[in-house]
């Protein structure tokens, strides 16, 4: 089963950085481009990263995307409060059963 | 730019219901649409999502079998039907616009409804 992976949480202080990682297992397909959310509460999830490595107009840069092999990984720098939410990252998988595909989300903590 | 869906309610297992979800603000018949669920405390799942012109469908493995995408592009509208529910269809259903017109490797969300509340029980 091809799965997406992400630690349950992170944490940092306000005004550092913090990265989010997002491992794919078992995909086979070739191409694949991995697209980032977040979900504050309450609120609907919104895109931050889209292609690996774009961001929508709106995105601070402080939020920026990376992906090596099958690995993937979301920065975020300048840590702010407003900032605590959770991130899912996510990737359409071409292969048997077709898709789309969610990590199971990393919640980030700003103490 | 705005989706807005409806059709949520409590609903006993194995019953039926119907999901719909209108757009605004942007030009509907150029894009893909998709349904995603969250359920709290397991995350967001994709159930479903449906290429511009209809040609391509895709299920979640979990809904595959029992729920039904469709849109109407003159309407500006995509339904889910949702059939033979279980427990395990409790959520909050999320209409969701996609980047590009195909189901593809470019499929990213960047425009969500507030979502609809399905309860099964």
């Known amino acids: 089963q091809s799965v997406l992976t992400q630690p349950p949480s992170v944490s940092a202080a306000p005004g550092q950085k913090v990265a989010i990682s997002c491992s794919a297992i078992n995909f086979d397909n070739g191409n694949y481009y991995v697209s980032w959310y977040q979900e504050v509460p309450g609120s609907a999830p919104k895109l931050l990263i889209y292609e690996d490595n774009l961001r929508p107009s709106g995105i601070p840069d402080r939020f920026s995307g990376s992906k090596s092999g099958r690995s993937a990984t979301l920065d975020i720098t300048g840590l702010q409060t407003g900032d605590e939410a959770t991130y899912y990252c996510?990737?359409?998988?071409?292969?048997?059963?077709?898709?789309?595909?969610f990590g199971g989300g990393t919640k980030l903590t700003v103490l | 730019v705005k989706l807005v869906e409806s059709g949520g309610d409590l609903v006993q297992p194995g019953r039926s219901l119907r999901l719909s979800c209108v757009a605004s603000?942007?030009?509907?018949?150029?894009?893909?649409i998709h349904w995603v669920r969250e359920v709290p405390g397991k995350g967001l799942e994709w159930v479903s999502g449906i290429s511009w012109s209809s040609e391509k469908i895709g299920y979640g493995g979990s809904v595959k079998g029992r729920f039904i995408i469709s849109r109407d592009n003159a309407k500006k509208s995509v339904s889910l039907q949702l059939n033979s529910v279980t427990s395990e269809d409790t959520g909050l259903y999320f209409c969701i616009k996609d980047l590009a017109g195909e189901l593809s490797s470019l499929t990213g969300f960047d425009v969500w409804g507030q979502g609809t509340t399905v309860t099964v029980s």
């Open positions: 603000g942007f030009s509907f018949e150029d894009y893909a």
């Open positions: 996510g990737t359409w998988y071409s292969g048997v059963n077709a898709g789309f595909r």
